[in-house]
């Protein structure tokens, strides 16, 4: 995947999403503000798996992923 956006280059998942992203490589986004490759707002749902995310970038925060400081978990240690 390859774009450019406000908030999330790539995608942006809503503010209650519930969205499953599997075997993607997201990479040469920009994004104005927020998530480069992915802004996750922070009542929405992002599972993200055998996923690469690289050289992405964004004018305030989160070049690979921005994801709210309250919503986050990861089951195994990412690879951004």
Request: proline share 2%; net charge negative.
């Amino acid at each position: 995947m390859t774009g450019t956006g406000e908030d999330g280059g790539a995608i942006f998942n809503g503010t209650t999403a519930n969205t499953v992203v599997i075997d993607c490589i997201i990479q040469n986004n920009i994004a104005d503000q927020w998530g480069g490759g992915i802004a996750n707002n922070e009542n929405a749902k992002l599972d993200v798996q055998n996923t690469i995310i690289r050289n992405n970038r964004a004018g305030v925060l989160g070049g690979g992923l921005d994801q709210p400081q309250r919503n986050r978990h990861c089951d195994q240690q990412p690879h951004l």
